[in-house]
Each structure stands twice: as C-alpha cells, then as structure tokens.
C-alpha cells in the first residue's frame, strides 16, 4: 500500500520525514519531491557535514573486495548517476563533473585489472545537491532534534524537542553512523549500525606524475582530482577503525597510507615532491557483514536507509529509488531481500523485522 499522497498542509503535515540530511538522505528526499511528496529533513547537526564530504568519490561497482551482495544495487546505482547529476544541475544551476573515468585494481596476486568506472568529488556534489533541494518546496530543518516518534492513525507522529509536532506518513531513518544512536534514544531499538572511522590525506601531485586514473588496492586507494579547485591534488586513504565516533587525525596513521599508496606509486613516497595539502577522518555506517540496511520496519509507517559503509556515495541514486518504490508500494528494481532490517534480529543485534 502506498504512503504517497498529495499532503493538503505541507507546514504541518508533510507526507514523508526523512531523519538525516546526507547525501543519502537528502538523495531520498529530492527522488520522493519529484514523485510529488510534500517532504521534511530533519537534521541534528549541519547538512552534507559529515560522511558525505569525507568520501574520495570513487563509484566502485565492480570493486573485488566488495560483498557480491552489492553488485545489482551499485550498478543500478551507477547507471542512474548521469540522471541524478543532470536533475541536480537543472535545480541548482551547478554542474558536478565526473573527476575520472577509470580505476587500476590490484588484486592479492600481485596482477592488476583496469575497470571502467567514474569517481567523482563530494565537496562538489554536496553544494550542488543541497543548493537544488533548496530550490524545492522540501522544508529542511537543521540543528533539529526528535523527542519521540508514535504511531498515528494516519501513520506517525514527531514530536521535536522544540515541543512542535509533525503529524506525517512515515518516517526514513538515513542518518549514516548515527542512526543507530537515533533509534534507540528514540525506540530503544537495537540497530546493528556503528560508527567506522577512516582516515584520509590529500596531497600535491608530484610534477612528474600525470594522474588520471584511480589506483586502488584491497588496503589503499589513490584519487586523483582533476577537475575544480582540487585539481592537481590526490586523496590517499583510508583507515578502517572500529573507534567509536572518534574523529582523531594521527600522523603516523597518515604516514602508513603514505607508505602503502607509494607501494603502488612510488612518486608518492616523498613528501617533498607530493607534499601534504590536508588531513581528515571521516565515519562510514557499517553494519556486521557490511551491507546497508533498505526496507520498512515493524513499527507503522517506519523506514530504515542506512548502513552503506563504505559505498554510500556510489549508492545513494539506487538508494532513493529503492526506498521511494517501497513507499509507493511497489517491488523496487533490484532484489533487496539481503539488506532486510531484520537479518541481525536472530542474533540479538536488533530488534526490527521487516512487515510482511
């Protein structure tokens, strides 16, 4: 059944709240907008602050090294891409380039394949997608926390610490590592979603090197920029650490990626000829075997988008599909039966189960 409808007072009753203003998040709310839901964001910090400006970009479809599980949604995803830029730069007016075009894999055995695959930069895409939400009737509310969600008759009502109410059909919870911490304060639902903090460099492109290519190994990748204010730099990364939300840089972190990045390029050894540009730690959405959470949750009118690790920019188009066709009721395009909310429920790791 669908819980699409026109709403007849978007101020106080919008058809669909979606938790989180991400990449994914707001990437939900503009495919929801063009099917002509009146839509709500609530975020509790900055939009597009967090996970989604961290990323190298990279749209890493046929990535060896990611669970085969992935491979229909990232490749829906993928070829959704030049659509959801074309739709982003007819709001906004800003266009976001494809940085490259192709990725040099290292597999274990010392050999090398070349992929045809984009990557592109999130410090553009997260200006752009937010200018062109703006320019919708999509009502985002930053610094905004949620006291309660209850179950209505019309589907759910969310009551903001402000004391203001939202009377709404449902309610998507997309907000990366901390929707986890959202749902239980929220429902004490255990949620299998943690925080996975990676690391990540950019420096200068060492003069002789030419890069524009990704190189990526099962422990490094190297991003080249090669287009926009980041030209002529590369991002080198990233750690894999179960911290917490611990942002911590360290410098020997960051030399270790150095060292590993030289093992595939050895221009990158000499921080004097590819000296450091900036540092950053970042928090991907990790479930325990790694695959995202998209579907409804037992409790009326409740929805979960999250979990994508490390794949959240690549998949966030086929994300939004996905969860709008839910919504309307349909079966959505891709088979999502292996990222059920409620795979984990028989180990203990979370208490939400899919409606059937």
Same mark, same amino acid.
């Given at each position: 059944m669908s819980v699409l409808s026109s709403s007849s007072n978007l101020d106080l009753a919008p058809d669909i709240v979606v938790v989180g203003a991400g990449l994914?998040?707001?990437?939900?709310?503009?495919?929801?907008?063009?099917?002509?839901?009146?839509?709500?964001?609530?975020?509790?910090?900055?939009?597009?602050?967090?996970?989604?400006?961290?990323?190298?970009?990279?749209l890493a479809v046929e990535d060896p090294y990611n669970r085969p599980e992935l491979?229909?949604?990232?490749?829906?995803?993928?070829?959704?891409?030049?659509?959801?830029?074309?739709r982003i730069e007819e709001l906004s007016g800003i266009a976001v380039p494809f940085q490259t075009e192709a990725t040099v894999q290292y597999l274990a055995d010392g050999a090398t394949m070349r992929l045809a695959e984009h990557s592109l930069d999130p410090r553009q895409l997260a200006p752009?997608?937010?200018?062109?939400?703006?320019?919708?009737?999509?009502?985002?509310?930053?610094?905004?926390?949620?006291?309660?969600?209850?179950?209505?008759?019309?589907? *759910?009502? #969310?009551?903001?610490?402000?004391?203001?109410?939202? &009377?709404?059909? @449902?309610? =998507?919870? +997309?907000?990366?590592?901390? %929707?986890?911490?959202?749902?239980?304060?929220?429902?004490?639902?255990?949620?299998?979603?943690?925080?996975?903090?990676?690391?990540?460099?950019?420096?200068?492109?060492?003069?002789?090197?030419?890069?524009?290519?990704?190189?990526?190994?099962?422990? *490094?990748? #190297?991003?080249?920029?090669?287009?926009?204010?980041? &030209?002529?730099? @590369?991002? =080198?990364? +990233?750690?894999?650490?179960? %911290?917490?939300f611990d942002t911590t840089?360290?410098?020997?972190?960051?030399?270790?990626?150095?060292?590993?990045?030289?093992?595939?390029?050895?221009?990158?050894?000499?921080?004097?000829?590819?000296?450091?540009?900036?540092?950053?730690?970042?928090?991907?959405?990790?479930?325990?075997?790694?695959l995202p959470i998209l579907g409804a949750c037992t409790r009326t009118g409740q929805f979960i988008a999250s979990g994508h690790y490390r794949n959240g920019i690549l998949q966030a188009p086929a994300t939004a599909l996905v969860i709008a066709d839910l919504l309307e009721g349909k079966a959505p395009t891709v088979d999502i039966s292996a990222f059920s909310p409620g795979r984990f429920s028989s180990r203990g790791e979370h208490r939400i189960r899919p409606i059937q």
């Open positions: 994914i998040g707001l990437a939900i709310a503009l495919e929801l907008h063009d099917r002509g839901a009146a839509v709500t964001v609530i975020e509790h910090g900055r939009s597009l602050s967090e996970a989604s400006t961290a990323a190298a970009g990279m491979r229909l949604l990232s490749r829906l995803s993928a070829e959704r891409y030049p659509t959801f830029l074309r752009a997608l937010l200018a062109a939400v703006k320019t919708t009737s999509i009502r985002l509310l930053e610094e905004t926390r949620i006291a309660t969600v209850e179950e209505a008759t019309h589907g *759910v009502d #969310i009551r903001l610490t402000s004391a203001v109410v939202i &009377a709404s059909r @449902a309610i =998507i919870y +997309a907000a990366g590592a901390w %929707t986890a911490e959202v749902m239980a304060g929220l429902h004490g639902d255990a949620v299998a979603i943690a925080p996975r903090k990676g690391q990540m460099l950019r420096v200068r492109l060492p003069a002789a090197l030419a890069l524009r290519e990704v190189h990526r190994s099962e422990q *490094v990748y #190297i991003v080249p920029r090669t287009r926009g204010p980041q &030209a002529g730099t @590369a991002l =080198i990364g +990233a750690t894999v650490e179960d %911290t917490g840089v360290r410098t020997e972190d960051l030399g270790g990626l150095r060292a590993l990045a030289a093992e595939l390029l050895p221009e990158f050894e000499s921080e004097t000829d590819a000296p450091l540009v900036e540092s950053w730690a970042g928090l991907r959405p990790a479930t325990p075997d790694f």
